[in-house]
C-alpha cells in the first residue's frame, strides 16, 4: 500500500458501502479521515471502528451551503483537507416522464454539484499548500445509459467531465 501518515483525507458518502470502505483503507494507510454523509448512526460506528483519527462531519450534500462549509469544517477538525474523496451517491429510478422535479434536483444536488463545491472551497488551500488530490467517484452509468435513471446517468456523466 501507501503511506499516507500525516495526511487529512475528506470522504462523503463515507456512511455506505464504496465510502466507508474507502475510509478504512485511508485510515489504515495513516491518513486521518473526516467521514462525511447524512446518515450519523454508521457514521459514528464506523468512526468508532477506526478509533483516533476519525471525525464524524454529518453534511446534507443536497444544501448548497452546507456543502460548501464541509471542507472547512473538516480543515478546523483535522488541521486540513489534503485529499477530497467525493463519493457520495444517491439515485431514484422512474421514467423520465414520470420524474418529479424535485428529485432530479436532488440528485444532480448531491451526484454532481456537491463535488463541485466541494471541490470549490477545498483546492485553494490544497494549491497554497502545494499538495492536494481529489478522487470523484463516477459509475459506469457515467459512460453507459440506464433505462429509468436519468438524472443518475446525467450527474454520474457530468462528474466524469467535471
Not at 89 to 103: A, E, N, R, V, Y
Not at 121 to 139: C, F, H, L
Request: charged letters at 15%.
Amino acid at each position: 500500500m501507501f503511506d499516507l501518515t500525516g495526511k487529512n483525507a475528506l470522504i462523503t458518502g463515507a456512511s455506505g458501502g464504496i465510502g466507508g470502505e474507502i475510509a478504512k483503507a485511508l485510515h489504515g494507510a495513516g491518513a486521518t479521515v473526516g467521514l462525511s454523509g447524512t446518515r450519523v448512526e454508521p457514521l459514528e460506528a464506523l468512526a468508532a471502528e477506526l478509533g483516533e483519527r476519525a471525525h464524524v462531519l454529518p453534511c446534507n450534500l443536497s444544501d448548497a451551503e452546507a456543502v460548501d462549509a464541509l471542507p472547512k469544517q473538516a480543515a478546523d477538525a483535522m488541521g486540513s483537507v489534503d485529499i477530497l474523496v467525493n463519493n457520495a451517491g444517491i439515485q431514484h429510478t422512474d421514467w423520465l416522464s414520470k420524474l418529479p422535479s424535485d428529485m432530479w434536483e436532488s440528485i444532480l444536488s448531491v451526484n454532481l454539484s456537491a463535488a463541485f463545491y466541494t471541490m470549490q472551497a477545498a483546492m485553494p488551500e490544497m494549491a497554497n499548500r502545494g499538495y492536494g488530490r481529489v478522487i470523484n467517484i463516477a459509475s459506469v452509468h457515467g459512460l453507459v445509459a440506464s433505462k429509468q435513471k436519468a438524472p443518475y446517468v446525467a450527474a454520474k456523466h457530468g462528474l466524469i467531465g467535471l
